[in-house]
RNA sequence: GGGUCCGUAGUCUAACGGUUAGGACGCCGCCCUUACAAGGCGGAGGAGGCGGUUCGACUCCGCCCGGACCCACCA
């Protein structure tokens, strides 16, 4: 404390020796005894492949910042670090990493490569978010796949079977061939898809023709009826007639259905088991009986005759080369075709009736959008998001998975009556290799069970994040404390998965809104604005940049980009403009470190310059208040950048150089100077210090105090007289005066003749001597 | 097809309905000026389109166009 910055520049591998600094002497801790408590649910991030996405590393900049905004308002902040390592993402890396199959390995080494993956996947991750100087808790970070953890959402599911809140179904699901399991609404994308159309020729039984446009000829063998609008006065004398299916040969009825649409295709359609939900919903109402075409490894069945063993895509073009060379083909067009795909696999998903579990959630669509109006939305016009998915739900949730590496759900079935029977709570079972904790079946007395194979949608997991940092159902009186949650940062993506599911789940357990706060972030993207993806090549990986640029770098660039809840963009060219204000701010502290620090100073003394860029100081003060208040660091990032940068380097600190030399000044005069320049130096760094950690310590305990910058809070009191009218005159005389200069061709140094202006008369010996008018 | 958000220079953005629309990065030209050439000075470059409200519109309203995202049964 008290020495000047000698070294040129910032120097980046300072921010190791700060880093350790702040875990050895623990200032982050969180005081659950303290009045003032503040919960992050913090995302837990999910390893599913290298590098972790740059926006992710920026994302937790940012959750940093929030943590490190509510330290310094006063809050005692828990700050948890966790990791999301349950489900499909997973396994299918370790597939590939360990070139396995899920489907040929034994099941106990598969989840050894699972986990192995994981914990590689997981130490570059836990590695950048120490970089990037997070402040939560790493000594003890969580695991959604740790005992503990499972033990948890095994005992939410209980918990919710006891209250009759799961059952079994059989219908037909979302299923995804290649990850070989039922998947939910939530986990599908939908992707555009150049599919054809065939326009294939139907026998009718008056020996007329019916021509139909289907984009899934191979489904031939699966339909079981041929639908036509009541109003098209083309078929009208058609409905009631059977038509025979090409190469096939059996006989379907022609049926009206005011669904169909006249304009498309041809006006008549075919329903088959499953196309898509449209044949679900046909089939139910029409009461048709199901022919399944699909099998659980996405190839045809039996009914498919020739076909049969056959994968669908494969099938689609023989039966095509068939149908043609039959000549039922009347014409092929190409269409784009959204596709609904496995958000995972991003292969096309297939409707396969299957015996799944299901969580209710149809019966609190009213509860959650209520929740989804009174939850706190930073920024405010997310909201609709969540409020557009809870009206668009029209299903239970199924919440069983076909998968290896996830929480197993915990149920054995007796093995003569099959009747389920789930355990107690509080402990962490694995049905598929134990032993059922059951001395006989409460139905039929048998005393054989067998353990259910399947586990949880990862979701079911997730979901509960709130719950388990709390310490729900393990310590009250931390529960009691800590709940709900002051805020839920994430992305706007998984507002419709992950956002929705905790509010659900929560709500369900507690029968309370988990959180106060809702903080949605926009996505980061490409210089040209474009998603990242491996296939486009556009994929930035964090390290290095951070490496060459420093963590204060990534994170003022993080903060500085865009507004709360916007796309923001990434680029080499961004980076470096951000660090190019770490080494303004550095050059700024270091100019002022030459003079020693006066604390104690009669504001009263001050000059009409101090007064001005003092004043200048307390509107930015409270603008950047405002941004941290609704933790947006875009404000507070740019009204500091803009304020050091454009008034206080470039105008207040010339006006009062010769003066804090004393050059030409009273003692009283020069210490005015010192003294505000340090008042403005001390307080900028505090303003500055959630989004710039490093730096912010490192001058402020080499210049200020010998306890850390991250211990204070934003208190300071800026009583001064306004005279914020002053600054556009001020900026533009000074402006004038270096212009005519150059003009004239006289060097900044040398004397001038100018007027001052009337209004600025009172700066007039400061700016005598800034640019040596005579 | 429906919904949400958004449209200010190449990029990021600022401005109670009243300013020659401000700044930053980038670009061009000129300058070493003792915190900083990682600096300074100067310059070129902008409201997606059309209407309406108004004395006055970047700002409010409507329509169109464009973009991003979400939802949906166009076979």
Partial sequence: MGKALEEIRWNIKKEKEIRDEWFNSKIYEFNPNSPNIFVIDTPPPYPSGKPWHIGAAAHYSEIDMIARTARMLGFSVLFPIGMDRNGIGVERYAEKRFKISIH????EEFLKCCKQALDELEAEMIEIMKMLGISGDFDKYYQTDSEEYRKLTQATFIDLWKRGLIYFDTRPNNYCPVCKTTIADAELEYEEIKTKLVYIKFKVENNKELVIATTRPELLCACQAVLVNPNDERYKDLVGMKVKIPIYEREVPIMSHPIVKIEFGTGAEMVCSYGDYNDVMLFRELMLKEIIAIDLDGRMTEVAGRYAGLKVEEARERIIEDLKKEGYVVKIEEVIHNVPTCDRSHNPIEIIPMQEIYLKQLPFKEKMLEIAKELEFLPEFHRQLLINWINSITKDWPISRRRYYATEIPIWYCKKCLEPHVPEPGKYYKPWKEKAPFSACKKCGNKEFIGEERTFDTWFDSSITPLFITKYKADEKFFEKTFPVSIRPQGKDIVRTWLYYTL???YQLTGKNVFKRAWISGYCV???????????????????VIERYGADAFRFWAASESSLGYDFRASEKRFQNASLFITKLWNIARY???????SNFDESKLLPADKWI???LKKVYEKCLNGYNQFNFFIPANEMREFLWNKFAAHYIEMVKK???????TLEEKRAAIYTLHKVMKISLKLLAPIIPYITEYIWKTLYSE???HTEKWDDKIEI??????TDKILEFNSLVWRQKKEKGLSLKDSIKIEIPVELRIFEKDLKSMHNIL
Avoid at 526 to 544: H, Q, W
């Fill in 526 to 544: 490409d210089e040209k604005g474009e998603k990242m993806s491996k296939s486009k090549g556009n994929v930035i990986d964090p390290i290095p």
């Fill in 614 to 616: 003092l004043s200048e």
């Fill in 721 to 726: 007289e306004d005279l914020t009218t002053l």
């Fill in 104 to 107: 040929t390995i034994a099941r």
């Fill in 592 to 598: 002022i470190s030459q003079f020693e620090v006066i």
């Fill in 707 to 709: 306890k850390s910058i």
């Fill in 659 to 665: 003066r804090a030399y004393g050059d030409g000044f």
């Fill in 504 to 506: 659900l789940r929560c």
